[in-house]
């Protein structure tokens, strides 16, 4: 066991990667039982199967660990007991204003099972382990990255503004094709249920703190932000595989991987960028993540050619101003500094 422990601890990305994908693709049997097959039962390996990034990110900052235990067993259980019953509201309100699906004690119980896994890993940021609390803490911090949080949360829907008014002057779609579920204060309730659903499920929680929590610190340790945003668009989407090919994808055609690249490449970027700004803030990067699919969910017919050609543009300003084939200082927050104990 402590070879691989040590093997674990020399080649930290490999690691992440192979247990990453153990996780999600050894439970992806359970995103065709839930969403195809309605075997609800299944839910939790559903949900432990999309925390998969940030699941292995935590195997493996245990299993590394060199400083002994800190702080009180209760810091933790309460910090696991109030994301559980956050998660749990989240998504109890997601399912009866979004889905409008009956509430009853049954579908209480059931989320009280379903979200362990989002519980268990926004608490290991209040976690004994100094590498596990050094790793996830910014996961739910907000002091110091205020305009950044802020900024992530209106740039997806302003990018998609930009591409629906750009695809109307040039004829290509009406503004008039989009329809919005309500108006007023009702239409903000509700982008606000669906925001929340999409951060908790699992855009920061289960992906964030996985891909750029765990994974890009490390890769920038090595290589400029430019190719480790381009390494982790690679196994990104494949990451999704068993999730798309639930949702009805056509995942088996080549065309429509070529698509998921030039969509997912471009978003790897921004992310890479908006996390290294925020100071390598989990929480930063979670709400644009959140932001950008909760946008997506109330323009589900946005020209994707044009806003294509948006996010290529910008992307390149942001390559070309921010230098990102430049390896970042070692002494930045984003990039890795293994915790070690002193003497």
């Known amino acids: 066991m402590q070879k691989i422990i040590d093997w674990i601890r020399r080649h930290q990305v490999v690691a992440f990667f192979l247990i990453t994908f153990v996780i999600t693709w050894g439970l992806g049997f359970s995103y065709g039982a839930v969403m ?18 940030a699941l292995a990110g935590i195997i493996i900052t245990a299993l590394t660990n060199t400083q002994p235990r800190e702080g009180s067993k209760r810091t933790y259980w309460i910090a696991f007991c109030l994301a559980w019953v956050v998660s749990t509201l989240v998504f ?7 889905n409008h699906a009956p509430f009853s004690p049954v579908i209480v119980g059931f989320a009280l099972v379903s979200v362990v896994p989002v519980a268990f890993v926004i608490s290991m940021a209040y976690s004994r382990l ?13 002091r110091g990255v205020w305009g950044w949080a802020l900024l992530a949360l209106g740039l997806p829907a302003a990018l998609i503004l930009l591409s629906v008014l750009i695809s109307s002057l040039l ?10 579920p309500d108006t007023g204060l009702t239409l ?3 982008v606000a249920v669906k925001f929340l ?3 908790f499920f699992f855009n920061a929680t289960g992906e964030e703190a996985g891909w750029r929590g765990f994974a890009l610190p490390r890769l920038q340790a090595r290589t400029n932000p430019l190719i480790a945003g381009l390494i982790l668009a690679f196994f990104w989407a494949p990451w999704h595989f068993f999730l798309w090919q639930a949702e009805g994808q056509p995942v088996l055609t080549l065309q429509y991987w070529i698509q998921t690249y030039i969509n997912l490449i471009p978003a790897a970027l921004v992310l890479v960028w908006i996390y ?3 100071k390598g803030s989990l929480l930063v990067a979670g709400v644009y993540h959140a932001a950008a699919n909760t946008a997506f969910a109330f323009f589900p017919s946005v020209d994707y050619p044009v806003f ?17 084939w430049k390896n970042l200082p070692s002494e930045r927050p984003a990039v890795y500094r293994e915790l070690v104990m002193e003497d």
Do not use: D, W
């Open 36 to 53: 195809k097959k309605g075997q609800f039962l299944l839910a939790p390996l559903f949900f432990a199967a999309t925390c998969g990034p």
């Open 276 to 278: 290294n700004r925020s």
């Open 130 to 142: 100094p590498a596990m609390r050094s790793y996830l803490s910014s996961l739910v911090r907000l």
């Open 188 to 190: 903000a309730g509700l």
């Open 92 to 98: 109890l309100a997601h399912n009866t204003f979004i």
């Open 171 to 180: 004829g290509r779609q009406s503004i008039k094709a989009y329809q919005f």
């Open 197 to 199: 659903y999409q951060f």
């Open 308 to 324: 294509s050609v948006i996010m290529g543009i910008f992307v390149l300003v942001l390559i070309l101003a921010e230098r990102m």
